[in-house]
C-alpha cells in the first residue's frame, strides 16, 4: 500500500508531529508499504524528482527528536521558499493523491481541528482518524464541554473568556483561584498555566494575549493526571501520569525520564471502570472514530473528571497511546496497521 504520512505543518506543535510522523512512517515502512513521510507546510520544495518516486526515498532521520521548546513558527515561515498563501506546501496535495491513504501524524492547528481533514473529504483522499465534524468540536476546549455538559460526565467549571491588555486586572480580580489558563484550541499544553494566587493568575493571562487571547478558564481539580486510549470504539488501560517537577506540561511531556508514566494505572477496578466509560460517553457523543485519548483528572473519591480529548494524538518515543496499546500486546507497527485499516474501513476503501 503506498501511504503518505504527513506530518508538521504550521502549528506550535508543529516538532511534535515531526516526531509523530517520524516513528510512525518507519513502522509502516517496516510492514511492507511504500511510505513518503512529509512536512506538509514546507512540502518537496527540496525534491525535483517524478511524485512516484517519492515513496521510494528514505526516510528523513532528523526529525525523530523534539526539542525542549515549542518551534518559532514565523522562523519555519521565513525558512519557506514560496509565497503561498496555502497551509499545504509545494505538491503536497498531488502527492496526497497518489496515496491508497494518508496517514495524519498532523497535531494541534491546522491538522487536528478538521480543516485538512474537510479537505481531504472534498477532494476524496482517504486518510486516518476522525472526521472534520469531530475534530473541529474536539479542538475546542469550550465547545467540547458544551456538547457534553449534559451527560454523566463530570468536567471542572469553566468559562471562555477573550483576554485583552484592558481586561487583565479586571479577569485577575474576578477569576476563582486556583484555577487553569489554557489556550482554547491548543494541545502539548503549549500555553497552559496552572495560577495559585492572583500573581500567577495575572502573569498567565499576559502571556495568553501573545498566542492570541482565546482562552478556557477552569477550576483547578486536584487529583490525580489519567489519560485513556480509545482504539476501534473500545478503551486501553488508563495510564498514570506523575511529572517530577511541576505539571505534565510541553518540557515533561516530551523530554524522556520527565515524567513516570504507569500503565495500566495503579487504580482500584472500580475508578478505572469510571474512566473508560467517561472516556468512551464523550469520544461517542462528539462523533470520534477510529482512535483518540481523553485526560482526565481523579479525585480523591475516585472520580473523574473530564479535561479535553485528542483525536490525533501524539505517537512520538515518549507518546502514551502506543504504552497503552503495549499494556494489552499490541506493538508499535500492529498499532499504526490497525489506525490504517479502520480508518480504511469507516471510508470504504
Known amino acids: 500500500m503506498k501511504i503518505v504520512v504527513l506530518a508538521g505543518g504550521l502549528s506550535p506543535e508543529r516538532n511534535v508531529s515531526l516526531s509523530s510522523g517520524t516513528m510512525i512512517a518507519h513502522a509502516l515502512q517496516s510492514l511492507g508499504h511504500q511510505t513518503a513521510l512529509v ?189 485513556v486510549a480509545l482504539l476501534e470504539d473500545r478503551a486501553l488501560p488508563s495510564i498514570e501520569i506523575i511529572p517530577k517537577t511541576g505539571f505534565y506540561d510541553y518540557e515533561n511531556k516530551y523530554q524522556p525520564g520527565a515524567a513516570e508514566e504507569v500503565t495500566p494505572a495503579p487504580i482500584p477496578p472500580e475508578w478505572e471502570a469510571r474512566i473508560q466509560k467517561a472516556a468512551l460517553t464523550v469520544y461517542r457523543a462528539l462523533g470520534l472514530r477510529v482512535y483518540s485519548r481523553a485526560d482526565f483528572i481523579v479525585d480523591p473519591s475516585g472520580t473523574p473528571w473530564f479535561l479535553e480529548i485528542n483525536t490525533l494524538p501524539g505517537m512520538t518515543p515518549t507518546s502514551l497511546v502506543p504504552q497503552e496499546a503495549a499494556a494489552v500486546g499490541i506493538g508499535y507497527p500492529e498499532l499504526c496497521q490497525i489506525i490504517v485499516e479502520e480508518s480504511l474501513r469507516l471510508r470504504g476503501k
Request: hydrophobic share 40%.
Open 39 to 227: 512536512d506538509m507546510y514546507i512540502g518537496l520544495e527540496d525534491y525535483d524528482g517524478p511524485l512516484d518516486a517519492f515513496f521510494q526515498r528514505p526516510l528523513d532521520q532528523r526529525w525523530r527528536s523534539i526539542d525542549r521548546q515549542a518551534p518559532d513558527l514565523e522562523a519555519v515561515k521565513a525558512s519557506r521558499k514560496t509565497s503561498s498563501p496555502s497551509q499545504f506546501g509545494d505538491r503536497v496535495l498531488e502527492l496526497c493523491q497518489q496515496a491508497d491513504l494518508v496517514f495524519l501524524a498532523l497535531h494541534g492547528t491546522c491538522g487536528e481541528d478538521g480543516r485538512v481533514q474537510a479537505a481531504f473529504d472534498l477532494l476524496g483522499i482517504p486518510y486516518t482518524g476522525a472526521g472534520y465534524l469531530g475534530s473541529a468540536i474536539a479542538m475546542d476546549k469550550d465547545l467540547t464541554k458544551r456538547c457534553i455538559a449534559h451527560l454523566e460526565v463530570k468536567t471542572p467549571k469553566w468559562q471562555r473568556v477573550q483576554v485583552t491588555p484592558e481586561q487583565v486586572e479586571a479577569l485577575t480580580a474576578q477569576a476563582p483561584i486556583p484555577c487553569v489558563v489554557k489556550p482554547v484550541a491548543s494541545g502539548s499544553s503549549i500555553g497552559v498555566f496552572i495560577a495559585y494566587n492572583r500573581e500567577e493568575l495575572k502573569h498567565a493571562l499576559q502571556e495568553s494575549i501573545a498566542i492570541g487571547g482565546d482562552c478556557v478558564l477552569e477550576e483547578y481539580v486536584l487529583g490525580r493526571e489519567i489519560q
